[in-house]
């Protein structure tokens, strides 16, 4: 697999490996992180927009991949299938 699958080039305290392999995976230059920052502090609802919209992009995501299912549904059908094993 690629050079950041191996346990030791990882440091999960900080999360540096994955961080450098998201972006060169999906690059996130300055000008762009400034751009949010700005569009943040213009405004204040803009956060609580983008957490909808990640919402909403799961609950679609879960949907398709045919597991859409409340939270506890899916951990109380975990547990009872677990009993019948």
Not at 8 to 28: H, I, K, L
């Amino acid at each position: 697999m690629g050079d950041g699958d191996d346990a030791d080039s990882c440091d999960w305290s900080t999360g540096t490996s994955w961080f450098e392999e998201e972006d060169r995976e999906d690059p996130y230059p300055p000008e762009r992180l400034r751009a949010e920052q700005t569009a943040a502090e213009a405004d204040p609802a803009y956060p609580t927009q983008l957490w909808w919209g990640k919402r909403a992009a799961d609950r679609r995501y879960r949907a398709a991949t045919g597991r859409f299912m409340p939270t506890h549904k899916a951990k109380r059908r975990s547990i009872w299938e677990e009993s019948l094993h």
